[in-house]
């Protein structure tokens, strides 16, 4: 099913709202509470369906200058909002921009994350933009958040991050490839959470503990895995991902389950127990001695960095963890890209070449 075809399913049987959802942070547990689907835009990838990306600086990442184009041009003409996070200047210029030559005439929500450490300033004004939210979709939905209903959902996402980590830490022993593995995780961007949690019991089910990869593991650290064929052409090279740190996929599965009985401070929780990632401002030692820890759990002997052009907050940390994986000694593939619907073919051989490189034991 299309996600259009999806939305339009959701309003009928449910009476369901869609936003559209642009990267990456954001209390979705709110949206799921008040009965609102989210519908995740990364890009969309491929080249710009429309004029609007020209309204764009060329400077900029294609993950904005896409979704200017995919706006403007109409092609999230059916859902009923947009949801700017703050993850980057250039999608705070977005949530500017998109509303006066997007010309939708949609609700437009924005969520500005606080940058940097847990302290209390910034849990006060966490508080004040969760609650901002939450009275904005109150008016948009036409339903009441009670405290029994954001409950609610802040457990069903915990158990989805719970059901999404026992995944991607049985992935050695599965006996799928990465794209289905993939695949199944990245449905949840536009997946009822309900529906989801369902989809990943049944894949645990259906793959049990196998005999193990076979194979090079590697390590990706990049924003979003695109294009999907990226992860068959790792595979078909003779590599698998044995960890990643992909903004749209691990970044966002908190581990650590909320205790506290308020469901306000327990989403608190689950934000600031998220792991380290570029655009929410993390301490680079934070972040680089978390990626480290993921090559060290995995048995990673490669790292591949996979960065969207112009994209700054994933840039600033890209010396950082070069540096690190220097000094171990771990060879490191750096690609970057403009979102493109595949990869070309000399990033194709030089995928093949890094792979048998690894494979043979030489250094980088
Ligand atoms: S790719 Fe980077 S610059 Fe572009 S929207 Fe995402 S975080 Fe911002």
Known sequence: MSRNAYIAQQREAHGRKAVAVLPIHYPKELLTALGVLAVEMWGPPGAPRGDGAGRIQAYVCSVVRNAMAFLGSGGADAVDGVLFPHTCDSIQGLATLAPDFGGWGKEAFTFLHPKGPERPSARLYLDGELRSLA???????????????????????????????????????????????????????????????????????????????????????????????????????????????????????????????????????????????STRSADPDARVNHVLGLLDRSGARGAILQVVKFCEPELFDVPLLRRAFAARGVPVLYLEGELEAELSGQTVTRIEAFVEMLAAGRAA
Do not use: K, M
């Open 135 to 277: 009275r904005r979709l109150e008016v948009f939905t036409g339903r009441t958040l009670d405290d029994a209903r954001l409950a609610g959902a802040i457990r069903l996402h915990a158990e989805i991050d719970a059901a999404r980590a026992g995944l991607l830490d049985a992935r050695q022993g599965l006996a799928v490839g990465d794209p289905e593995l993939y695949a199944l995780l990245r449905r949840g961007e536009w997946l009822w959470p309900e529906e989801h949690l369902a989809e990943l019991r049944e894949f645990r089910r259906r793959f049990p503990d196998g005999s193990g990869r076979a194979g090079v593991p590697v390590l990706v650290s990049g924003y979003v895995p695109e294009p999907p064929s990226l992860l068959r052409i790792l595979n078909d090279a003779g590599a698998w991902v044995a960890a990643d740190d992909f903004a749209a996929v691990v970044r966002r599965v908190v581990r650590r389950v909320p205790t506290a009985a308020d469901p306000w401070n327990a989403l608190q929780e689950r934000y600031w127990a998220a792991p380290p990632c």
